[in-house]
Structures are given as structure tokens and as C-alpha cells.
């Protein structure tokens, strides 16, 4: 299991947390995931990316510094927001 987990799921990254640890961790595996799935050319990128779930202020950097050089435009929804 991981702390963090990014799925690609047709046009939506989807994320979500997972094993409890430390931010420091979470940001470290996240970043790794992302680095896997950009080198695999599963995040090829293109126009849009839609962003769906949580995520911690320190890992959305991560994102945005991994992934917003491949999208012209990148759309987030964190579905605990407004409660």
C-alpha cells in the first residue's frame, strides 16, 4: 500500500490518500508517481486534465510542478470542500 495514490482514469486524475504517515512521505510518494507515470507515457499530456479528490497543499505542488508543463489546462475538484 501507498500513502498516496494517483490513478489515471480515462481523461481524470484521480487521488486519494492511503497508508496514514507523514506529509514528507506522502509528497515524496506522490512524486514518484507521477514521475513513473509521466516516463511511462501514461500522462502524455494534451488540452485538459481534470484533477478529482484530495489532496494536502504540499502535494498539489508537487502536481503542479510534475504536470502543468504537459496540459494547456488542468481543472481540480477536492469533493471535501463546502462541507
Known sequence: MTTYNVELSEDTLRLNFGELTQNDQI?????????????SGELRGGQLLKIN??????????????????????GYFDPKLGK
Not at 27 to 39: N, Y
Open 27 to 39: 509528497v515524496k510518494d506522490a512524486a514518484v508517481r507521477l514521475e513513473a507515470m509521466v516516463g
Open 53 to 74: 479528490g484530495s489532496v494536502s497543499i504540499p502535494v498539489a505542488f508537487v502536481l503542479a510542478h510534475k504536470i502543468s508543463h504537459l496540459y494547456g489546462a488542468i
